[in-house]
């Protein structure tokens, strides 16, 4: 394996988990402020996903949907910190990809919104959906920050970008 393809797979695995990592903790946070289980947001999604889940009255807080969710949790992170580590490193060598970069943060963004609000809008409002927002925008910067922090020529050039004309 080339060292550049290697170094994508190692920054990819190590954005994942920083996004992961901090979503986790954000959901926690929210749920011990809110007095419920640590585990009540991942219950509920993963309920909502792989239960048929459509009252959060009737959620029970067990491994099974909390499991279930983590483990697509966790693999969305994959997917989406090796193609974040991909863009970066090709952003590196080719300035006009940071254009593709902000395009593909909004389309992500915009359909796991969607995705969300598709397997649970009925219980959106009970997961506090201002504070899974939170965690979610924390969670991309962190990943950025991460990758900026392993690309110092991007992170110059990004001071750089031309704006607009003169």
């Not at 009255?57 to 969305?76: K, R, W």
């Not at 060598?93 to 915009?110: K, T």
């Not at 690309?151 to 004309?165: F, N, T, V, W, Y």
Request: hydrophobic share 55%; glycine share 10%.
């Amino acid at each position: 394996m080339k060292n550049q393809t290697r170094a994508v797979w190692i920054d990819g695995l190590f954005c994942a988990l920083i996004g992961y990592g901090i979503v986790v903790v954000g959901f926690a946070l929210l749920n011990l402020l809110a007095g419920r289980s640590l585990f009540f947001t991942p219950a509920l999604f993963g309920g909502a996903l792989f239960y048929g889940l459509e009252d959060a009255s009737e959620l029970s807080i067990t491994p099974g949907p909390v499991l279930a969710y983590n483990m697509v949790h966790m693999l969305a992170f994959l997917v989406l910190g090796t193609l974040a580590s991909w863009l970066v490193t090709e952003a590196d060598r080719h300035p006009v990809v940071r254009y593709l970069i902000l395009f593909v943060l909004i389309f992500v963004a915009a359909h796991v919104y969607a995705a969300l609000v598709f397997f649970a809008i009925p219980l959106v409002a009970q997961g506090d959906a201002f504070g899974i927002g939170a965690s979610s925008v924390a969670a991309a910067a962190g990943m950025g920050w991460y990758l900026l922090q392993r690309h110092p020529h991007l992170r110059a050039g990004l001071r750089e970008i031309p704006i607009g004309s003169e």
